[in-house]
T-cell receptor
Framework: KAGVTQTPRYLIKTRGQQVTLSCSPI?????VSWYQQTPGQGLQFLFE???????NKGNFPGRFSGRQFSNSRSEMNVSTLELGDSALYLC???????????FGPGTRLLVL | GESVGLHLPTLSVQEGDNSIINCAYS??????FIWYKQESGKGPQFIID?????DKRQGQRVTVLLNKTVKHLSLQIAATQPGDSAVYFC?????????????FGIGTKLQVIP
């Protein structure tokens, strides 16, 4: 089975812009979670989607949003980018609730 | 999930020796635990998991031990190899109001000395 894929792998944006990141889960997986990873804060949970519904949300501002499509692919969007949004954004998929999460390689976002 | 993040502890091990990486988890209600390995520039990779009804689980060259009394998890890597050099972190999962809450440890950097 192919693993979790994320596009793009690298991205450079400037403050105030918006960005959309994409995640394709492992085939058959219906749950997709997004995380932000930074050296200072480690892995922080953004949100989780299951069957196109957001089931859980972390403590991030409303500038961070996401969605999931009927084929389980997911996108996350960050509007009005800030320098502090520079991070590795990781997507993880799992078959269902309380199942092992498998991570993608991440999208490294640099905000200038 | 939340993680506390910061300065990563580092463990340096001679090639061929056994490595033990520790993790103190926060919530006694957590009932599922996972160890991940993250190499530089890559996403975390699943290594091994354990449920709270077990205290030990073995994989290929890896063993996870769970001590619920003191809320402690450890990952043992036998015959450590240079390819094992990475950051290792644990994740604890629990049900929170019908949702799955995941909390990640800060991670330990394993350096294997050839």
């Amino acid at each position: 089975k192919a693993g979790v894929t994320q596009t793009p792998r690298y991205l450079i944006k400037t403050r105030g812009q918006q960005v959309t990141l994409s995640c394709s889960p492992i085939s058959g997986h219906r749950s997709v979670s997004w995380y932000q990873q930074t050296p200072g804060q480690g892995l922080q949970f953004l949100f989780e989607y299951f069957s196109e519904t957001q089931r859980n949300k972390g403590n991030f501002p409303g500038r961070f949003s996401g969605r999931q499509f009927s084929n389980s692919r997911s996108e996350m969007n960050v509007s009005t980018l800030e320098l502090g949004d520079s991070a590795l954004y990781l997507c993880a998929s799992s078959a269902s609730y309380q199942e092992t999460q498998y991570f993608g390689p991440g999208t490294r976002l640099l905000v200038l | 999930g939340e993680s506390v993040g910061l300065h990563l502890p580092t463990l340096s091990v001679q090639e061929g020796d056994n490595s033990i990486i520790n993790c103190a988890y926060s919530n006694s209600a957590s009932d599922y635990f996972i160890w991940y390995k993250q190499e530089s520039g890559k996403g975390p990779q699943f290594i091994i998991d354990i449920r709270s009804n077990m205290d030990k689980r073995q994989g290929q060259r890896v063993t996870v031990l769970l001590n619920k009394t003191v809320k402690h998890l450890s990952l043992q890597i036998a015959a450590t190899q240079p390819g094992d050099s990475a950051v290792y972190f644990c994740a604890e999962l629990r049900d929170s109001g019908g949702y799955q809450k995941v909390t990640f440890g800060i991670g330990t950097k394993l350096q294997v000395i050839p």
